[in-house]
């Protein structure tokens, strides 16, 4: 799915949940959002901040895909905050990743109902 | 600012500072903040004082700065800790042995300063991933595999130094055995090439591994005498096909015969890929599978052959047997790949019917058949690594799922070598699973298969869970050592471990009074007699250290 799929099927999804809200409704620009696509409400976190303008990249658990191909670039290119909507075992590997570049996990919190989703930002003390 | 044992503070703040002189300040951190990124994700001490903590790092960037920091580091008497990635998790990631030490971060030195297709061979720097090597080799359409592990998001030259492994080909999933030449940084900050490297217009470096005299290289994996800064690699020749077959055998007594065959095929090179036994019978995966397992749930199962598997003992029951022979379930199944030419491989899998044919009741079966390089749009329903590409995807092993609900924080693994028999499987299993059951451990509930990494021998490596809970991780930390002695005493023992049990599992090494640990003693004072290196890796302490808590 390709930003301009990824904006349209946002638009059309019915529910809406506090935290895209609060994501939505966030001063902060991210360098990119990450989704899991295989939860809605994940789906809908991405989907607000697509309409932002915010690059959102939709993952299925697994961030080989994710991480090789864009995340990998971004933050050998410099430090890079991201947000995102995952489960817990992807935030793990991200974060492991993150290390790498020294970036770290700057905030997590569980996703009210859904209690195998976390969001997160990660970002580095050198931004 | 943390400081060092036995490092007072103006001796710590002259040594960052000098340190700072080498790499520039902004590659030396002190912060809690950033130190914590050096913290062992998978500690056993998770959140207890024990954890093993840096109190600083520092990110050199190329071979000269790494000899300066160990010169002002043996000066102002600072223990250093060196890592590649530090992505060894469940072995003892970033975190240093010895709490206080300053973690030299190699992964700036990330060069790959060579690959050579037309003799397939790589030399690289340690900050070197396999992600990286592999994308290296893919954009330059360069025809040779590399062997990584899984997940392989870790240096290539660290893992071999730690002695990791992978899942190609037989000789080169060792991969501390199929390397080839090494530069390292001694503890005194001079520096030295193995092998043909030692030649100072060596043109052979990565292409004869012993040089003359005196093969010095093992002394440089699992240890703490100098800090690897260069490694060459033998790597695959992209092979034209690959085959993925089964060999299924109905009865309990097979498994021995089974081995054998596997050993004979294997050691005379007919079969080389990586072998991988499971048990449909018991439901026991084979490796390659165990991620769609965790991920789509286990092959259905019906509710009689459930509850026979509760009444097994070692894995065995009449009434199982007889149910698998009844309903053509296999009580054991061997996959094996193959890589070459089709008409090589097609030879390879029909010699390899005709051994296994001696085995009443085998049954053969080929699963895949497919010329390499993989479609891309395919290679997910593989299990990458057996291709030789990296992955992430065996994180969705730990991962919540409904067939997994409480996923844990982490683990330590326990992986012990045992002998290439059907025997040493069962009698293991009656071992560990007795102590396990004793000690309370959550290992080898069922009967356990081993792995095949190594040629010649078993490894077991199974996951002891890091918790959030203090009591329960002291309880399984003393239950781990416990399975190191006892594995000891029968004549296993561990292939590598976390800093926490090195001394454990180097006390089983124990022949003639503790010979070797006092031989890695001895090499320790002669090399590194300031004690800065890598203090307590694999339990070889300096002078000054031993005999005190780490």
């Known amino acids: 799915m390709d930003r301009r799929e990824f904006c349209l099927a946002g638009a059309v999804m019915a529910t809406s949940f506090a935290v895209a809200r609060s994501l939505a409704a966030s001063p902060a620009i991210f360098d990119a959002v990450i989704f899991d696509s295989r939860f809605p409400i994940a789906c809908n976190f991405g989907a607000a901040a697509c309409r932002r303008g915010q690059k959102s990249l939709a993952i299925q658990g697994d961030v080989t895909a994710l991480w090789r191909d864009d995340l990998r670039l971004r933050w050998a290119a410099g430090a890079a905050a991201i947000a995102g909507m995952t489960t817990e075992r992807s935030l793990f590997c991200l974060e492991q990743l993150a290390k790498d570049h020294w970036l770290r996990v700057l905030s997590r919190r569980s996703v009210p109902l859904n209690g195998s989703l976390v969001w997160w930002v990660i970002g580095g003390v050198r931004i | ?550």
């Open chain 2, 1 to 550: 600012m943390r400081v060092p044992p036995g490092v007072s503070q103006s001796d710590f703040s002259g040594a960052i500072a000098e340190f700072q002189g080498v790499v520039g300040k902004q590659w030396v951190f002190t912060s809690d903040e950033d130190l914590d990124l050096y913290r062992d994700a998978y500690s056993p001490f998770l959140n207890e004082p024990e954890e093993r903590m840096a109190s600083a790092a520092v990110a050199p960037s190329a071979t000269e700065d790494v000899q300066r920091i160990v010169q002002i580091a043996n000066r102002y008497r600072v223990p250093l800790y060196a890592i590649s990635t530090g992505k060894n998790l469940g072995y003892g990631g970033s975190a240093p042995a010895y709490s206080g030490c300053v973690v030299i971060d190699l992964k700036r030195m990330n060069r790959i300063i060579e690959v050579n297709e037309a003799n397939a061979f790589a030399l690289l720097e340690p900050g070197v991933s396999y992600f990286d090597l592999y994308r290296y080799i893919q954009e330059r359409k360069l025809k040779v595999w590399i062997d990584c592990p899984d997940p392989g998001w870790g240096s290539v030259v660290g893992n071999a130094i730690d002695r990791g492994g992978g899942y190609t080909a037989a000789n080169y999933r060792n991969h501390f055995d199929s390397h080839c030449g090494m530069e390292v940084v001694l503890p005194n900050g001079e520096l030295l090439r193995t092998g043909m490297g030692a030649i100072p217009k060596a043109e052979t470096w990565q292409q004869y591994k012993s040089g003359c005299g005196p093969w010095i290289d093992g002394i440089f994996s699992q240890s703490n005498y100098g800090i690897v800064t260069k490694m060459g690699f033998w790597l695959m020749p992209q092979p034209e096909a690959y085959m993925r077959c089964t060999v299924s055998l109905p009865r309990y007594r097979d498994l021995g015969p089974m081995v054998e065959t596997l050993n004979y095929l294997e050691n005379s090179r007919i079969t080389a890929g990586f072998p991988d036994i499971a048990s449909p019978l018991i439901g026991y995966p084979p490796i390659a599978q165990i991620q769609l397992w965790n991920e789509s749930g286990p092959p259905a199962m019906t509710d009689e052959h459930r509850k026979l598997l509760t009444a097994v003992e070692l894995g065995y029951s009449r009434e199982l047997e007889a149910y698998g022979l009844k309903s053509q379930i296999p009580y054991w199944q061997l996959w094996l790949s193959f890589h070459g030419p089709m008409e090589v491989i097609e030879a390879q899998w029909q010699a390899t019917q005709r051994h296994f044919a001696k085995i009443e009741g085998a049954k053969f079966s080929i699963v895949d058949r497919v010329s390499v390089p993989l479609d891309p749009a395919k290679i997910e329903n593989y299990h990458e690594p057996e291709f030789g590409i990296p992955s992430l995807r065996a994180f969705s092993i730990g991962a919540r799922t409904p067939w997994n609900p409480t996923p844990s924080k982490g683990h330590m693994w326990f992986s012990p070598i045992i002998p290439r028999t059907g025997a040493a499987i069962i009698e293991a299993n009656r071992v560990f699973s007795q102590a396990a059951r004793d000690l309370g451990m959550p290992l080898f509930r069922s009967f356990t298969l081993p792995a095949c990494f190594w040629e010649r021998s078993f490894i077991f490596i199974l996951a002891t869970p890091v918790t959030e809970d203090a009591a329960t991780n002291k309880r399984y930390r003393e239950g781990f050592k416990r399975l190191i002695e006892v594995g000891g005493q029968h004549g296993w023992g561990e292939y590598r471990t976390a800093p926490v049990f090195q001394k454990s599992v180097m006390d089983v090494y124990s022949f003639n009074n503790h010979a070797l640990h006092r031989f890695h003693e001895t090499l320790k004072d002669a090399i590194d007699p300031n004690g800065v290196l890598s203090p307590g890796r694999y339990d070889i302490w300096p002078r000054h250290l031993r005999g005190k808590p780490s």
